[in-house]
């Protein structure tokens, strides 16, 4: 596997039912006038089997139930899961080989195909994903959290006082696996209620509009923009916060931001990262917007969340 000590030895294909593990070969020639032969033969390093999974809930990647990434939802909302697998070893394994799943049982996990190369091996380096939905449930309900895992978290303070979903997601393949957690948790009383969100093609970019209802709390917005559902890839398309109106109670606030950079013919999923006045950042989201042509607008609704 290292071609630096490997030199000009040759190197092919083998050592493997599915023949596709480094393999060393040389051939014994023999020579004599009128006739000759060839036999070669081969050997392999260890098999050192390694894979690795990474879970992300709507986007964020989220193992610790405290941290800052940590998304938030209201009960009923749609809840997106990823699961990237990477074979992190030398042996290649078949998709029957791989197992993937979670510790939430109602989840229905679907291999993504086009994750694959084409040829149905995860080989050595290779990444396959998976997905699967569900409805965010109210995590102050114990007859809906009965069948699942929560946990106190949801505090990037440290205080850990609040209920937060958590379920672990696993891979095997012969001879190894792993595992990674990943948290979601209910809105606060404190978030903004977001009326709408509206994407629409302007001259110069993507045109984002919301409206708030209530931000007794809020200081202020910043818009996230990436082209895959994974917060961690987003860039800020507001490099100044968008500032709420302090003070304004319950009154309706409308807020207009023009994105700039967004790509023609490409989908984009953006987040409000809402930020507290206690520096508390929450994130809402993802909504996604294609920009076909001039002529299209996109409407979409964020869940909404109520303060007393």
Same mark, same amino acid.
């Given at each position: ?21 480094? @393999? ?6 023999? $020579? ?21 999974? #990474? ?14 990434? $940590? ?5 009923? %909302? ?12 030398? $042996?290649?394994? %078949?998709?029957?080989?791989?197992? $993937? ?5 109602? &989840? ?17 380096? #290779? ?5 699967? @939905?569900?409805? %965010?449930?109210? &995590? ?20 850990? @006082? ?43 970019? =993507? ?16 818009? &996230? ?40 013919? @490409? ?6 990262? #809402?930020?507290?006045?206690? !520096?508390?950042?929450? =994130?809402? !989201?993802?909504?996604?917007? =294609? ?18």
């Amino acid at each position: 596997d290292d071609a630096a000590a490997t030199g000009d030895s040759t190197i092919v294909p083998g050592c493997s039912a599915t023949g596709t593990r480094n @393999t060393y070969e040389n051939v014994g020639r023999v $020579v004599v006038p009128g006739d000759e032969d060839a036999d070669p033969t081969h050997y392999c390093g260890p098999a050192n089997p390694a894979v690795d999974i #990474e879970k992300a809930t709507n986007g964020a990647d989220a193992d610790d139930p405290a941290g800052g990434d $940590v998304p938030t939802t209201v009960p009923g %909302a749609t809840v997106i899961w990823s699961y990237v697998v990477t074979n992190r070893g030398n $042996v290649t394994f %078949a998709r029957d080989d791989v197992t $993937v799943a979670d510790s939430d049982r109602t &989840l229905a996990l679907q291999w993504v195909a086009s994750s694959d190369d084409g040829d149905g091996l995860l080989s050595p380096g #290779e990444s396959w994903r998976y997905g699967a @939905t569900a409805t %965010a449930l109210d &995590l102050l309900d114990p007859a809906v959290t009965s069948g699942v895992t929560v946990v106190d978290g949801c505090d990037a303070y440290g205080t850990g @006082t609040r209920p937060t979903y958590r379920n672990v997601a696993t891979v095997t393949v012969p001879g190894a696996d792993d595992r990674d957690a990943s948290h979601y948790c209910n809105l606060t009383p404190t978030a903004v209620e977001l009326v709408g969100f509206r994407a629409a093609p302007v001259n110069n970019g =993507i045109e984002l509009s919301w409206r708030t209802a209530v931000r007794a709390t809020t200081l202020g917005f910043h818009v &996230l923009r990436s082209p895959t559902p994974h917060v961690a890839d987003a860039v800020t398309v507001t490099p100044t916060m968008v500032m709420a109106e302090l003070g304004a109670g319950d009154g309706m606030q409308a807020f207009t931001v023009t994105d700039v950079d967004a790509t023609p013919n @490409t989908l984009h999923y953006y987040w409000l990262a #809402e930020i507290e006045l206690s !520096g508390r950042r929450i =994130i809402h !989201g993802p909504v996604t917007a =294609i920009v076909y042509d001039p002529s299209t607008g996109y409407l979409m609704y964020l869940p909404l969340a109520n303060k007393p």
